[in-house]
């Protein structure tokens, strides 16, 4: 693996489809290798159903749903401990 993408989610219901198709149109001119890491951070929203939805569209994205609010700085690090790519671009 070339590439991670790591981002928290949190109340972003309403922009994911978005990001996850400009993400992946962008990084999929760059490699073929590379994947979207999306950590739900006990989001009250509908995030983590949307982003199981956008998983199924999209074979580079992975999700995560953290079991509660932790915080931007934890859920950060929890998609850094997944990645696998040569290189990790931290996005907020």
């Known amino acids: ?3 991670s993408v790591v981002s928290p989610v949190y109340m972003a219901e309403r922009i994911l489809p978005e990001l ?3 993400l992946d ?3 999929s001119q760059a490699t073929d290798s ?3 890491i999306l950590v ?3 989001s009250p929203d509908n995030s983590w159903a949307v982003m199981e ?3 199924r569209e999209y074979s580079h994205l992975v999700v995560v749903n953290l079991s509660r609010n932790f ?3 934890y859920a950060l ?3 850094m401990d997944l990645a696998i790519g040569e290189w990790t671009v931290v996005m907020d």
């Open 71 to 73: 915080g931007q700085h």
């Open 25 to 27: 149109a962008v990084l």
């Open 77 to 79: 690090t929890a998609g």
């Open 34 to 36: 590379y994947e979207i």
């Open 53 to 55: 939805s956008l998983a």
């Open 20 to 22: 996850c198709r400009r």
């Open 40 to 42: 739900c951070d006990g």
């Open 1 to 3: 693996m070339e590439l």
